[in-house]
């Protein structure tokens, strides 16, 4: 859902503008999502299917349906939605499409003259942090999280602000 929110918030700001919208959704999760679409006319939800990943609780479709360590999972299972998102595609013909971490995506819509961008909602210290080359390994626990990657660089815990500027912050 952390994910999905963030997408449907930016379907919102584009159908604001006039721009009508297809946000892909995995079935089950999709009534979670309705009451955030302000703009049903110009919005509309494909449900797809997530198909069982060994290993998955039956009917996960998202990371909030499954415990950390199962979210790469997760990510294999929504792999395996790619035929049906190129069948949406070419039905639908979009001119452009916004995807986070689905990365296939991209050689797929540049196959069907599509044009996509990658719209992260996750910040680029975050990214550093989670994705850093030393974090390359596959079952990362959430404990590994707590320490950051070697080399990462560390914030200090305190800091000064100069006088007068002080003031600005009370």
């Known amino acids: 859902m952390g994910h999905l929110t963030p997408y449907l918030h930016l379907s919102n700001k584009l159908a604001k503008r006039g721009h009508k919208t297809s946000f892909f959704v995995p079935r089950r999760t999709q009534s979670k ?6 703009f049903p ?3 509309t939800s494909f449900p797809i299917n997530v198909p069982h990943v060994e290993g998955l609780p039956h009917g996960a479709e998202t990371t909030s349906d499954v415990s950390f360590s199962l979210g790469p999972l997760i990510m294999t299972a929504m792999d395996r939605t790619e035929r049906d998102i190129e069948l949406l595609l ?8 916004f995807f986070d971490f689905t990365y296939w995506l991209p050689n797929l819509t540049r ?3 599509i044009k996509s961008f990658q719209y ?4 680029p210290a975050t990214v550093s942090y989670v ?5 390359k390994r596959q ?10 990657p070697p080399g990462y660089p560390i914030l200090p815990t305190t800091f000064m602000v100069p006088v007068k500027y002080a003031n600005r912050f009370e």
């Open 33 to 38: 999502l309705e009451q955030f679409n302000l």
């Open 41 to 43: 006319d110009l919005i």
């Open 90 to 97: 070419l039905d639908l013909k979009p001119q452009i499409v």
């Open 111 to 113: 196959r069907l003259g």
């Open 120 to 123: 992260s909602i996750i910040g």
């Open 131 to 135: 994705r850093s080359p030393q974090r």
């Open 139 to 148: 079952n990362m626990t959430e404990s590994d999280l707590m320490q950051p």
